[in-house]
């Protein structure tokens, strides 16, 4: 193996190197903040699932009031948390895809610092630019999972209030039959 000669080693210890690479690492950092916070989301999607599971067999079991206006809710809402995991799961996959398009292009800077030429100058530049085309992905399907769980909310919400006025109103039915004719 030929030892580096001097200008080799010069451009390899030049700082060009390390400044270049910053804005790939912050990138990836960003990749790193966004893939925590999406596995977090996929775990609550997964405990909503869990306890989406618990109520139906409850219902199957008779252990809980208005059995059919509950199994309505459960199976639209059941619908909803399999179309947000597959969101979460594929905002993911273009986030891990993004940060090793970031990680890419940061090595693909210093080789290109250390030995590259003006016909692969393009290449840390295509690496970054193609794994923000990731990151957008990634933003935009985390953008419509997290407008597709305020529908989720709503729904819930509504579906607590028609419990609400369900028991109001079952209060003031058992409130006029106990009253002396």
Same mark, same amino acid.
């Given at each position: ?32 903040? #966004? ?16 306890? #989406? ?81 990731? #990151? #957008? ?45």
């Amino acid at each position: 193996m030929p030892i580096p000669d001097h200008e080799t080693l010069e451009a390899l210890s030049n700082a060009k190197i390390l400044t270049s690479m910053i804005t790939p690492a912050v990138l990836i950092s960003a990749c790193g903040a #966004l893939i925590f916070s999406t596995s977090a989301r996929l775990a609550r999607i997964f405990d909503r699932v869990h306890m #989406l599971k618990g109520e139906v067999e409850a219902l199957l079991e008779g252990k809980l009031s208005f059995p059919e206006e509950r199994m309505a809710m459960l199976k639209v809402q059941t619908r909803k948390q399999r179309t947000r995991a597959w969101l979460i799961q594929k905002a993911m996959a273009a986030l891990y895809t993004a940060t090793v398009l970031f990680v890419a292009s940061s090595l693909a800077i210093a080789l290109n610092v250390a030995y590259g030429s003006s016909e692969t100058a393009w290449l840390p530049s295509g690496l970054a630019l193609l794994g923000g085309i990731f #990151l #957008l992905a990634a933003s935009v399907l985390l953008l419509y999972e997290s407008r597709y769980n305020l529908r989720f909310i709503e729904r819930h919400i509504d579906f607590i209030t028609f419990l609400e006025e369900s028991y109001e109103k079952g209060k003031k039915e058992k409130a006029k039959d106990s009253r002396p004719d």
